[in-house]
């Protein structure tokens, strides 16, 4: 078998019978190019560089959060606030992500920030802005004791917060209950049925001192003379049952055998005139101690009525101060818990400023931008080049292409010059 044979010659005569237009293309390629690349005006390069002092630290991130984080809108956005507009017009956004370039230096750590631009002061300008903004936006975003600081601040405003809230609450269900004013309702009374059932202790002491008294003057005869003892207990009887604790002197005159019994209270003094001894007989003593007695009895049965009508007196505001309490509880609970929690966030707050404020910062430019001195090559070499190989193809495939078309179309010139003959 003979294999089939590839010729050459045919593609090699199209190109040499196309020179001229592969020619053509190639120069206005190189042409083009080398006038584009002319009057391109000139442009200045810039980089400052920054460090990351914790790279690889927990929790820095990587190097690839720097870089997006010195491309992010916001530092962008600050960073075009602070360049003056040229020529009367201002810098957009898009024109200014076009003139910047973050990279990644040799060392992971470091991170080189490029602007390109026509004005060569402008442009270190512009790079040493930019490594302050990102510096700025690294230190806060990735310190995480600022961050940390930051976030107990904004507990600690809450916290703050909620206890106002807590304490307006506590207050406003103490106004609504009248607690305190129920709190003094309840002590007064209590007091007065304390008082009611001290004075019935001392109305039951009395009443048996005066049976007692009684027993022993009924052994006597009614006419026989009162013994001034007997006299001063019934009268210390009597001042007991007026209710207040007495001082009893008893003195005797010069002139005449009467007593004078002085009783004195915290109130006022109180004074007893008691009949001349050989005028009272035992008779008028019993009567005395059966007034004393009637007296007990009477003022026992107001102090029981009183004290029937103050128990549920009593009842219903126990019972008010306890639904106002029952109220009252879980506030005074959340408001005291709120204290707390308020207190151990300002201690933790001062703890964590104290050290955003020691601790130095993250990151920071470690190499300032200058101003270039020559403008960046127009690479007028390189574009000619790619453009020369650029032209050379396009020429070769528009002389492959007018020989498949003049291929197509001679079968029918050749078809109507007969037809012209005839």
Same mark, same amino acid.
């Given at each position: 078998?003979?294999?089939d044979?590839?010729?050459?010659?045919?593609?090699?005569?199209?190109?040499?019978r196309?020179?001229?237009?592969?020619?053509?293309?190639?120069?206005?390629?190189?042409?083009?190019?080398?006038g584009?690349s002319?009057?391109?005006?000139?442009?200045?390069?810039?980089?400052?560089?920054?460090?990351?002092?914790?790279?690889?630290?927990?929790? $820095?991130?990587?190097?690839?959060?720097?870089?997006?984080?010195?491309?992010?809108q916001? #530092?962008? !956005?600050?960073?075009?606030?602070?360049?003056?507009?040229?020529?009367?017009?201002?810098?957009?956004?898009?024109?200014?992500?076009?003139?910047?370039?973050?990279?990644?230096?040799?060392?992971?750590?470091?991170?080189? /920030?490029?602007?390109?631009?026509?004005? @060569? %002061?402008?442009?270190?300008?512009?790079?040493?802005?930019?490594?302050?903004?990102?510096?700025?936006?690294?230190?806060?975003?990735?310190?995480?004791?600022?961050?940390?600081?930051?976030?107990?601040? =904004? *507990?600690?405003?809450?916290?703050?917060? *909620?206890?106002?809230?807590?304490?307006?609450?506590?207050?406003?269900?103490?106004?609504?209950?009248?607690?305190? $004013?129920?709190? #003094?309702?309840?002590?007064?009374?209590?007091?007065?049925?304390?008082? /009611?059932?001290?004075?019935?202790?001392?109305l039951?002491?009395?009443?048996?001192?005066?049976?007692?008294?009684?027993?022993?003057?009924?052994?006597?005869?009614?006419?026989?003379?009162?013994?001034?003892?007997?006299?001063?207990?019934?009268?210390?009887?009597?001042a007991s $049952?007026?209710?207040? @604790?007495?001082?009893?002197?008893?003195?005797?005159?010069?002139?005449?055998?009467?007593?004078?019994?002085?009783?004195?209270?915290?109130s006022?003094?109180?004074q007893l005139?008691?009949?001349?001894?050989?005028?009272?007989? #035992?008779?008028?003593?019993i009567?005395? $101690?059966? =007034?004393?007695?009637?007296?007990?009895?009477?003022?026992?049965?107001?102090?029981?009525?009183?004290?029937?009508?103050?128990?549920?007196?009593?009842? %219903? /505001?126990?019972?008010?101060?306890?639904?106002?309490?029952?109220?009252?509880?879980?506030?005074?609970?959340?408001?005291?818990? /709120?204290?707390?929690?308020?207190?151990?966030?300002?201690?933790?707050?001062?703890?964590?400023?104290?050290?955003?404020?020691?601790?130095?910062?993250? !990151?920071?430019?470690?190499?300032?931008?200058?101003?270039?001195?020559?403008?960046?090559?127009? =690479?007028?070499?390189r574009n !000619?080049? #790619?453009?020369?190989?650029?032209?050379?193809?396009? =020429?070769?495939?528009?002389?492959?292409?007018? %020989?498949?078309? *003049?291929?197509?179309?001679? @079968?029918?010139?050749?078809?109507?010059?007969?037809?012209?003959?005839?």
């Amino acid at each position: 078998m003979q294999e089939d044979e590839f010729d050459l010659r045919p593609y090699i005569e199209v190109l040499f019978r196309r020179w001229k237009l592969i020619v053509g293309l190639t120069l206005a390629a190189v042409a083009a190019a080398a006038g584009a690349s002319l009057t391109t005006p000139p442009s200045y390069e810039a980089t400052s560089t920054v460090a990351i002092a914790s790279f690889g630290a927990k929790p $820095v991130p990587d190097a690839k959060s720097y870089l997006e984080l010195a491309m992010r809108q916001d #530092v962008l !956005v600050k960073l075009a606030t602070t360049i003056e507009p040229s020529a009367g017009s201002a810098l957009n956004l898009r024109d200014l992500t076009s003139k910047l370039k973050a990279t990644a230096g040799a060392d992971p750590s470091l991170v080189n /920030l490029k602007v390109t631009d026509g004005n @060569p %002061e402008q442009v270190a300008d512009m790079a040493n802005r930019w490594a302050e903004l990102f510096v700025d936006a690294s230190n806060t975003t990735f310190n995480p004791a600022r961050h940390n600081y930051e976030q107990l601040q =904004g *507990q600690l405003t809450q916290a703050r917060q *909620q206890l106002v809230d807590a304490q307006k609450g506590l207050v406003d269900v103490e106004l609504s209950t009248r607690l305190d $004013v129920l709190q #003094v309702e309840v002590a007064s009374q209590r007091n007065t049925l304390a008082g /009611l059932y001290a004075n019935k202790v001392t109305l039951r002491a009395a009443q048996e001192n005066a049976t007692s008294i009684m027993s022993r003057l009924r052994q006597l005869t009614p006419s026989t003379p009162a013994n001034p003892s007997d006299d001063a207990s019934i009268t210390m009887i009597q001042a007991s $049952v007026l209710g207040a @604790p007495i001082q009893v002197q008893l003195s005797t005159g010069s002139e005449s055998d009467n007593r004078v019994l002085a009783a004195s209270s915290q109130s006022a003094p109180v004074q007893l005139q008691l009949p001349e001894g050989r005028d009272r007989t #035992v008779a008028a003593q019993i009567a005395a $101690v059966e =007034g004393i007695l009637a007296m007990v009895r009477d003022r026992t049965q107001e102090a029981d009525k009183r004290i029937e009508a103050l128990q549920p007196t009593i009842l %219903e /505001l126990q019972m008010r101060v306890s639904q106002a309490d029952a109220q009252r509880e879980p506030l005074l609970t959340r408001r005291d818990g /709120l204290k707390q929690t308020a207190k151990d966030l300002e201690l933790k707050a001062s703890q964590a400023k104290a050290a955003v404020e020691a601790k130095s910062s993250q !990151v920071y430019a470690v190499a300032e931008a200058q101003m270039p001195l020559a403008p960046l090559g127009r =690479g007028t070499t390189r574009n !000619v080049g #790619v453009a020369a190989m650029l032209g050379l193809m396009m =020429g070769v495939a528009a002389a492959f292409g007018m %020989e498949y078309l *003049q291929s197509r179309l001679q @079968p029918l010139k050749d078809m109507r010059q007969p037809a012209i003959q005839s």
